[in-house]
């Protein structure tokens, strides 16, 4: 089976986070594993960034090669904070901060994706369209569909009075 080349990228640099999660007080019952939380969804990378502490969640925004990306853009998972003592995501403020002065001075764009995932667009041009904002062919042809038929309707069917 063939690995995609961005979830290698991605895999390569985080080796250490997976031997090191396997110190976690959970990790046998909620093991962190590249094989399992790293993969490829709409053509982005997801790194799911569950059942890593804060530390090994902040280590992986400093050990992962987001330049290398192809996609152009990597989500990163880190939930809504169900187990984090407090309000909101432990996880989830520490991973943005980190992440949001690595963007700041890499001239990459950070924003929510929903509300226990990051969205990280380091190549606007790379990334899918949904990514961007941009509309997809389906539903560009969507809209000229609508207007043709809106504009046959409002003008009558030729050749009929």
């Known amino acids: 089976m063939t690995v995609h080349p961005d979830l290698e990228g991605l895999s390569d640099g985080l080796g250490e986070i997976e031997e090191a999660a396997k110190e976690l007080d959970w990790a046998d ?12 969804e709409k053509g982005v990378p997801v790194i799911d960034l569950h059942d890593l502490n804060v530390r090994l969640g902040k280590a992986v925004v400093a050990q992962a090669d987001f330049d290398a990306v192809d996609a152009g853009a990597v989500i990163l998972v880190t939930g809504v904070g169900r187990h984090s003592m407090g309000s909101g995501s432990a996880l ?38 949904w990514v961007s904002g941009g509309l997809g062919w389906p539903l560009k ?7 043709a038929a809106a504009v046959w309707v409002c003008l009558g069917t030729p050749g009929m009075s």
């Open 92 to 129: 989830r403020r520490a991973v943005s901060g980190k992440l949001g002065h690595r963007a700041a001075a890499s001239g990459w764009e950070l924003r929510p994706l929903g509300s226990g995932r990051l969205l990280l667009v380091t190549d606007p041009q790379r990334a899918p369209s």
């Open 29 to 40: 019952a909620r093991p962190w594993r590249r094989n399992t939380h790293l993969w490829i």
């Open 141 to 147: 042809l969507g809209i000229v569909a609508f207007v």
